[in-house]
Nanobody, 121 residues
Framework: VQLQASGGGVVQAGGSLRLSCAAS??????MAWFRQPPGKEREFVAY????????YYADSVKGRFTISRDNAKNTVYLQMNTLNPEDTAVYYC?????????????????WGQGTLVTVSS
C-alpha cells in the first residue's frame, strides 16, 4: 500500500500548481489533501469521495483549489490556483475506507510522503 505525492515546487504569488497523488496496492477509498505550513500543525485542505461525486474544501482554499480523481489511473489531483504565500506548506495526500466527508487527520489511515509547495511574494 503506497501513496506517492508529486508536483510541488516554487511558484510566485498568483500562480498555479497541480499536485498528483498516485495510489498503489489498494482501491475503493476516499481521498483527501492536507497541508502543514512551517511551524504549524497539519490541516485539512480538500476531500473527494471514492466515486468523485462529492468534494469538500476548507474555507481557506474554496474557489481557488479543485480536487479531482482519475480512478482508472488510481490518481488524485489538487489543482491550486491564485496561490498566495499563506499556501506555503508541505502537502500530503491521504486515503480512507470510511464513509462521509472526513476532515480530521485521524480519519485517514494511509498517507503519502508529502510534497513541498513554496509560494513567493
Amino acid at each position: 500500500v503506497q501513496l506517492q505525492a508529486s508536483g510541488g515546487g516554487v511558484v510566485q504569488a498568483g500562480g498555479s500548481l497541480r499536485l498528483s497523488c498516485a495510489a498503489s496496492g489498494f482501491s475503493g477509498y476516499a481521498m483527501a489533501w492536507f497541508r502543514q505550513p512551517p511551524g504549524k500543525e497539519r490541516e485539512f485542505v480538500a476531500y473527494i469521495s471514492m466515486s468523485g461525486g462529492t468534494t469538500y474544501y476548507a474555507d481557506s482554499v474554496k474557489g481557488r483549489f479543485t480536487i479531482s480523481r482519475d480512478n482508472a489511473k488510481n490518481t488524485v489531483y489538487l489543482q491550486m490556483n491564485t496561490l498566495n504565500p499563506e499556501d506555503t506548506a508541505v502537502y500530503y495526500c491521504a486515503a480512507t475506507f470510511r464513509f462521509g466527508i472526513l476532515t480530521m487527520n485521524s480519519d485517514y489511515i494511509y498517507w503519502g510522503q508529502g510534497t513541498l509547495v513554496t509560494v513567493s511574494s
